[in-house]
Nanobody
Framework: QVHLVESGGGLVQPGGSLRLSCAAS????????RSWYRQAPGKQREFVAR???????MYADSVKGRFTISRDNAARTVYLQMNSLKPEDTAVYYC????????WGQGTQVTVAS
């Protein structure tokens, strides 16, 4: 059973940076994509970024040029570097691993406020 744990969230001022991590364990299946999603209060969960097994990346328009998704060589951990943060980036951030089914972490809170 794939188990994902996010970390790195917190409170940051507008214009600041955070790096989120998603550590995976129990991987016994082939993962074809690793993604980040977020959910703000009162809103639906939305796509943020994705990196495929071949290293191709995709970003939501709202974060392009500010966020960068990456993974370690063993592909056990996926990262989301978030720069130039805005108050509208405030949300719970979730990682998702896509294989024969989707696996989700429990989320980490990111709050951007002065």
């Amino acid at each position: 059973q794939v188990h994902l744990v996010e970390s790195g969230g917190g409170l940051v001022q507008p214009g600041g940076s955070l790096r989120l991590s998603c550590a995976a364990s129990g991987i016994t299946v082939s993962i074809y994509a690793r993604s980040w999603y977020r959910q703000a209060p009162g809103k639906q969960r939305e796509f943020v970024a994705r990196i495929t097994a071949t290293g191709n990346t995709m970003y939501a328009d709202s974060v392009k040029g500010r966020f960068t998704i990456s993974r370690d060589n063993a592909a056990r951990t996926v990262y989301l570097q978030m720069n130039s943060l805005k108050p509208e980036d405030t949300a719970v951030y979730y990682c998702k691993y896509s294989a024969n089914e989707d696996y989700w972490g429990q989320g980490t809170q990111v709050t951007v406020a002065s």
